[in-house]
Protein backbone atom coordinates (compact mmCIF):
# COMPACT_ATOMS: atom_id res chain seq x y z
CA UNK A 1 0.00 0.00 0.00
CA UNK A 2 1.31 3.35 -0.45
CA UNK A 3 2.58 5.88 2.00
CA UNK A 4 0.04 8.67 2.82
CA UNK A 5 0.79 12.07 4.78
CA UNK A 6 -1.98 13.42 6.22
CA UNK A 7 -2.25 17.19 7.49
CA UNK A 8 -4.23 19.90 8.86
CA UNK A 9 -3.31 22.84 7.23
CA UNK A 10 -4.43 26.48 9.01
CA UNK A 11 -5.78 28.76 6.48
CA UNK A 12 -5.62 33.00 7.17
CA UNK A 13 -9.59 32.52 8.37
CA UNK A 14 -8.78 29.91 10.94
CA UNK A 15 -10.06 27.50 9.44
CA UNK A 16 -8.28 24.11 9.41
CA UNK A 17 -8.30 21.61 5.84
CA UNK A 18 -7.79 18.03 6.07
CA UNK A 19 -4.76 17.25 3.43
CA UNK A 20 -3.71 13.75 2.30
CA UNK A 21 -0.59 13.58 0.31
CA UNK A 22 0.97 10.08 -1.79
CA UNK A 23 2.64 9.47 -4.09
CA UNK A 24 7.43 10.79 -5.32
CA UNK A 25 8.36 13.62 -2.90
CA UNK A 26 10.03 14.93 -6.33
CA UNK A 27 6.53 14.49 -8.35
CA UNK A 28 4.74 17.40 -10.07
CA UNK A 29 2.04 18.36 -7.52
CA UNK A 30 -1.30 17.16 -8.77
CA UNK A 31 -4.46 18.57 -6.83
CA UNK A 32 -7.50 16.10 -7.09
CA UNK A 33 -10.69 18.01 -5.69
CA UNK A 34 -12.95 15.17 -4.52
CA UNK A 35 -17.11 15.09 -5.50
CA UNK A 36 -20.44 16.01 -3.61
CA UNK A 37 -20.36 14.57 -0.85
CA UNK A 38 -17.25 13.14 -0.21
CA UNK A 39 -13.78 13.72 1.19
CA UNK A 40 -9.95 12.91 1.02
CA UNK A 41 -9.39 9.30 1.98
CA UNK A 42 -6.65 6.86 -0.21
CA UNK A 43 -7.76 6.71 -3.65
CA UNK A 44 -5.72 3.72 -5.67
CA UNK A 45 -7.34 3.84 -8.96
CA UNK A 46 -6.72 7.77 -9.01
CA UNK A 47 -2.95 7.25 -7.28
CA UNK A 48 -1.54 4.41 -9.01
CA UNK A 49 -1.86 6.02 -12.84
CA UNK A 50 -0.58 9.61 -10.70
CA UNK A 51 2.34 8.01 -9.29
CA UNK A 52 3.54 5.87 -12.16
CA UNK A 53 3.71 9.65 -13.85
CA UNK A 54 5.54 11.12 -11.12
CA UNK A 55 2.59 12.79 -9.86
CA UNK A 56 2.31 13.92 -6.16
CA UNK A 57 -0.89 13.70 -5.76
CA UNK A 58 -2.94 16.05 -2.90
CA UNK A 59 -6.23 15.46 -1.95
CA UNK A 60 -8.55 17.61 0.74
CA UNK A 61 -11.71 17.26 2.25
CA UNK A 62 -13.41 20.72 1.40
CA UNK A 63 -15.51 22.35 4.13
CA UNK A 64 -17.28 21.05 6.52
CA UNK A 65 -16.34 17.51 5.53
CA UNK A 66 -14.03 15.23 7.00
CA UNK A 67 -11.98 17.29 9.43
CA UNK A 68 -11.89 20.59 7.26
CA UNK A 69 -13.72 23.31 9.52
CA UNK A 70 -17.00 24.00 7.56
CA UNK A 71 -17.03 27.46 6.41
CA UNK A 72 -19.05 30.14 8.76
CA UNK A 73 -20.51 32.17 5.39
CA UNK A 74 -21.64 28.80 3.77
CA UNK A 75 -25.29 30.26 4.11
CA UNK A 76 -24.95 33.54 2.55
CA UNK A 77 -21.85 34.47 0.50
CA UNK A 78 -19.25 31.33 0.04
CA UNK A 79 -18.76 30.49 -3.59
CA UNK A 80 -16.64 28.46 -5.56
CA UNK A 81 -13.94 30.55 -6.48
CA UNK A 82 -12.94 30.30 -2.89
CA UNK A 83 -12.24 26.99 -3.37
CA UNK A 84 -9.22 28.01 -5.48
CA UNK A 85 -7.98 29.97 -2.70
CA UNK A 86 -8.05 27.23 -0.27
CA UNK A 87 -6.08 25.24 -2.81
CA UNK A 88 -3.64 27.77 -2.89
CA UNK A 89 -3.51 28.09 0.88
CA UNK A 90 -2.65 24.20 0.92
CA UNK A 91 -0.12 24.47 -2.07
CA UNK A 92 1.61 27.06 0.19
CA UNK A 93 1.93 24.87 3.19
CA UNK A 94 3.38 22.17 1.26
CA UNK A 95 5.59 24.16 -0.27
CA UNK A 96 4.53 24.24 -3.75
CA UNK A 97 4.39 26.21 -6.39
CA UNK A 98 2.89 24.75 -9.84
CA UNK A 99 0.12 21.95 -10.29
CA UNK A 100 -2.21 20.56 -12.18
CA UNK A 101 -5.51 19.46 -11.28
CA UNK A 102 -8.89 16.79 -11.75
CA UNK A 103 -12.01 17.50 -10.34
CA UNK A 104 -14.35 15.27 -10.13
CA UNK A 105 -18.57 15.65 -9.77
CA UNK A 106 -19.04 18.38 -7.74
CA UNK A 107 -15.05 18.76 -7.59
CA UNK A 108 -15.35 19.83 -11.58
CA UNK A 109 -16.16 23.41 -10.81
CA UNK A 110 -13.19 23.70 -8.34
CA UNK A 111 -10.33 22.61 -11.03
CA UNK A 112 -11.58 25.06 -13.00
CA UNK A 113 -11.41 27.78 -10.88
CA UNK A 114 -7.85 26.83 -9.90
CA UNK A 115 -7.21 27.57 -13.79
CA UNK A 116 -9.61 30.93 -13.63
CA UNK A 117 -8.05 32.28 -10.57
CA UNK A 118 -4.76 30.86 -10.12
CA UNK A 119 -3.38 30.93 -13.95
CA UNK A 120 0.56 31.77 -12.69
CA UNK A 121 0.21 28.32 -10.79
CA UNK A 122 -2.12 26.29 -12.22
CA UNK A 123 -0.27 24.47 -15.93
CA UNK A 124 -3.89 22.51 -16.43
CA UNK A 125 -7.41 21.64 -15.67
CA UNK A 126 -9.48 18.94 -15.99
CA UNK A 127 -13.33 18.73 -15.09
CA UNK A 128 -14.18 15.41 -14.90
CA UNK A 129 -18.09 14.56 -14.95
CA UNK A 130 -18.19 18.40 -13.71
CA UNK A 131 -21.51 20.38 -12.94
CA UNK A 132 -22.38 23.40 -14.96
CA UNK A 133 -22.67 26.62 -12.96
CA UNK A 134 -26.26 27.33 -11.41
CA UNK A 135 -26.74 30.78 -14.23
CA UNK A 136 -25.67 28.04 -17.39
CA UNK A 137 -27.75 30.01 -20.15
CA UNK A 138 -29.98 28.10 -21.68
CA UNK A 139 -29.69 24.53 -19.67
CA UNK A 140 -32.30 23.06 -17.85
CA UNK A 141 -29.78 21.89 -14.47
CA UNK A 142 -32.06 18.83 -13.58
CA UNK A 143 -33.12 17.92 -17.03
CA UNK A 144 -32.01 13.93 -17.52
CA UNK A 145 -30.86 13.06 -13.60
CA UNK A 146 -31.68 10.58 -11.74
CA UNK A 147 -35.07 11.26 -9.33
CA UNK A 148 -32.34 11.43 -6.16
CA UNK A 149 -31.00 14.49 -7.52
CA UNK A 150 -33.89 16.01 -8.99
CA UNK A 151 -35.38 15.61 -5.12
CA UNK A 152 -32.10 16.84 -3.96
CA UNK A 153 -32.02 20.04 -6.47
CA UNK A 154 -35.62 20.78 -5.10
CA UNK A 155 -34.56 20.85 -1.66
CA UNK A 156 -31.66 23.15 -2.53
CA UNK A 157 -34.10 25.59 -3.82
CA UNK A 158 -36.21 25.50 -1.06
CA UNK A 159 -33.59 27.15 0.94
CA UNK A 160 -31.08 25.77 3.92
CA UNK A 161 -34.01 24.23 6.26
CA UNK A 162 -35.69 22.23 3.79
CA UNK A 163 -32.22 21.56 2.54
CA UNK A 164 -30.98 20.27 5.79
CA UNK A 165 -34.07 18.36 6.77
CA UNK A 166 -34.17 16.46 3.23
CA UNK A 167 -30.20 15.58 3.83
CA UNK A 168 -30.66 14.35 7.53
CA UNK A 169 -33.59 12.04 6.23
CA UNK A 170 -32.12 10.90 2.57
CA UNK A 171 -28.45 11.40 2.96
CA UNK A 172 -27.28 10.39 6.21
CA UNK A 173 -27.59 6.89 4.65
CA UNK A 174 -24.99 7.26 1.53
CA UNK A 175 -22.97 8.82 4.72
CA UNK A 176 -23.02 5.70 6.57
CA UNK A 177 -22.82 3.00 3.34
CA UNK A 178 -20.22 0.59 3.01
CA UNK A 179 -19.08 -0.99 -0.23
CA UNK A 180 -21.67 -3.63 0.00
CA UNK A 181 -24.92 -1.15 0.17
CA UNK A 182 -23.33 1.95 -1.71
CA UNK A 183 -25.29 0.58 -4.82
CA UNK A 184 -28.63 0.51 -3.45
CA UNK A 185 -27.85 4.11 -1.67
CA UNK A 186 -27.56 5.18 -5.17
CA UNK A 187 -30.05 3.00 -7.07
CA UNK A 188 -31.87 5.99 -9.19
CA UNK A 189 -28.89 7.38 -9.93
CA UNK A 190 -26.79 4.42 -11.82
CA UNK A 191 -27.29 3.18 -15.44
CA UNK A 192 -25.79 -0.26 -15.89
CA UNK A 193 -22.61 0.52 -16.83
CA UNK A 194 -21.96 2.59 -13.53
CA UNK A 195 -23.79 -0.22 -11.62
CA UNK A 196 -21.21 -3.10 -13.16
CA UNK A 197 -18.02 -0.67 -12.26
CA UNK A 198 -19.09 -0.29 -8.40
CA UNK A 199 -17.78 -3.24 -7.48
CA UNK A 200 -13.97 -4.06 -5.59
CA UNK A 201 -12.07 -1.39 -5.05
CA UNK A 202 -13.80 1.28 -6.38
CA UNK A 203 -16.86 0.24 -4.66
CA UNK A 204 -15.04 0.37 -1.25
CA UNK A 205 -13.52 3.98 -1.94
CA UNK A 206 -17.04 5.45 -3.25
CA UNK A 207 -18.10 3.84 0.26
CA UNK A 208 -15.22 4.89 2.25
CA UNK A 209 -14.95 8.66 0.74
CA UNK A 210 -18.87 9.12 1.63
CA UNK A 211 -18.42 7.99 5.18
CA UNK A 212 -15.40 10.45 5.61
CA UNK A 213 -17.49 13.19 4.34
CA UNK A 214 -20.03 12.82 6.97
CA UNK A 215 -17.63 12.62 10.03
CA UNK A 216 -19.45 15.94 11.01
CA UNK A 217 -23.02 14.97 9.99
CA UNK A 218 -24.50 16.38 6.99
CA UNK A 219 -22.91 20.03 7.07
CA UNK A 220 -20.28 19.62 4.22
CA UNK A 221 -22.73 18.51 1.78
CA UNK A 222 -25.46 20.50 2.80
CA UNK A 223 -22.90 23.25 2.41
CA UNK A 224 -21.69 22.13 -1.07
CA UNK A 225 -25.03 22.32 -2.23
CA UNK A 226 -26.10 25.74 -1.37
CA UNK A 227 -22.46 26.86 -2.43
CA UNK A 228 -23.70 25.27 -6.10
CA UNK A 229 -26.31 27.58 -6.37
CA UNK A 230 -24.25 30.89 -6.37
CA UNK A 231 -22.62 31.97 -9.03
CA UNK A 232 -19.10 30.19 -9.28
CA UNK A 233 -16.93 33.89 -9.00
CA UNK A 234 -15.01 33.68 -12.27
CA UNK A 235 -15.44 34.17 -15.88
CA UNK A 236 -15.84 30.49 -17.79
CA UNK A 237 -15.12 32.28 -21.14
CA UNK A 238 -11.74 33.93 -19.76
CA UNK A 239 -9.89 31.06 -19.03
CA UNK A 240 -6.25 30.85 -20.80
CA UNK A 241 -4.78 27.77 -18.38
CA UNK A 242 -4.89 24.60 -20.93
CA UNK A 243 -8.70 23.20 -19.74
CA UNK A 244 -10.21 19.51 -20.87
CA UNK A 245 -14.20 18.11 -19.94
CA UNK A 246 -14.55 14.92 -19.71
CA UNK A 247 -17.71 13.04 -19.37
CA UNK A 248 -20.00 9.72 -20.20
CA UNK A 249 -23.29 9.82 -22.30
CA UNK A 250 -24.83 7.68 -19.82
CA UNK A 251 -24.40 9.75 -16.43
CA UNK A 252 -27.55 10.40 -14.62
CA UNK A 253 -25.68 12.36 -11.60
CA UNK A 254 -24.78 15.14 -13.81
CA UNK A 255 -26.24 14.73 -17.37
CA UNK A 256 -24.47 15.06 -20.63
CA UNK A 257 -25.51 18.03 -21.30
CA UNK A 258 -23.89 19.64 -18.46
CA UNK A 259 -20.59 18.60 -19.89
CA UNK A 260 -21.69 19.91 -23.67
CA UNK A 261 -22.39 23.75 -22.23
CA UNK A 262 -19.08 23.53 -20.49
CA UNK A 263 -17.26 22.71 -23.87
CA UNK A 264 -18.84 25.37 -25.61
CA UNK A 265 -18.66 27.65 -22.62
CA UNK A 266 -14.91 27.42 -20.85
CA UNK A 267 -12.32 28.98 -23.41
CA UNK A 268 -10.33 26.55 -25.12
CA UNK A 269 -11.11 23.88 -23.67
CA UNK A 270 -10.86 20.53 -25.05
CA UNK A 271 -13.83 18.05 -25.01
CA UNK A 272 -13.91 14.01 -24.28
CA UNK A 273 -17.67 13.09 -24.73
CA UNK A 274 -17.33 9.67 -23.87
CA UNK A 275 -20.32 7.43 -25.69
CA UNK A 276 -21.67 4.87 -22.72
CA UNK A 277 -19.91 5.44 -20.34
CA UNK A 278 -21.53 6.70 -16.63
CA UNK A 279 -20.63 8.91 -13.80
CA UNK A 280 -18.31 6.12 -12.03
CA UNK A 281 -17.83 3.73 -14.76
CA UNK A 282 -15.21 6.67 -16.41
CA UNK A 283 -13.39 6.33 -13.41
CA UNK A 284 -11.72 3.19 -14.47
CA UNK A 285 -10.15 5.68 -17.79
CA UNK A 286 -7.97 7.71 -15.38
CA UNK A 287 -4.89 6.46 -17.08
CA UNK A 288 -6.04 8.00 -20.33
CA UNK A 289 -7.50 11.06 -17.90
CA UNK A 290 -4.29 11.82 -16.25
CA UNK A 291 -2.50 11.24 -19.58
CA UNK A 292 -4.74 14.24 -21.74
CA UNK A 293 -4.60 16.22 -18.42
CA UNK A 294 -0.37 16.39 -18.27
CA UNK A 295 -0.40 16.48 -22.29
CA UNK A 296 -2.47 19.84 -21.70
CA UNK A 297 0.65 21.38 -19.46
CA UNK A 298 3.17 20.26 -22.13
CA UNK A 299 4.25 17.43 -19.88
Sequence with gaps: MPTHDTHLVRTPDGRDLEVLVTGPADGLPFVFHHGTPQAAVPFGILERPATERGLRTISYSRPGYGRSTPRTDADSTARVADDAADTAVVLDALGHDTFV?????????RALACAALLPGRCLAATSGVGIAPPDADGLDQTA????????????VAAGRDALTAFLEEHGA??????????????SGLLPPVDRAAMTGELGEYLAAASRHAGAQGIVGWRDDDLTHTRPWGFDLGAVTVPTAVWQ????????????????AHVAGTRAHLVEGEGHVSLLMRMGDILDDLLALAGR
Excluded at 101 to 109: E, N
Excluded at 144 to 155: I, S
Excluded at 173 to 186: C, F, N, Q, S, W
Design 248 to 263: GTEDLMVPFAHAQWLA
Design 101 to 109: TLGWSGGGP
Design 144 to 155: GMGPENVAEYAA
Design 173 to 186: PVLRATADDIVGEL
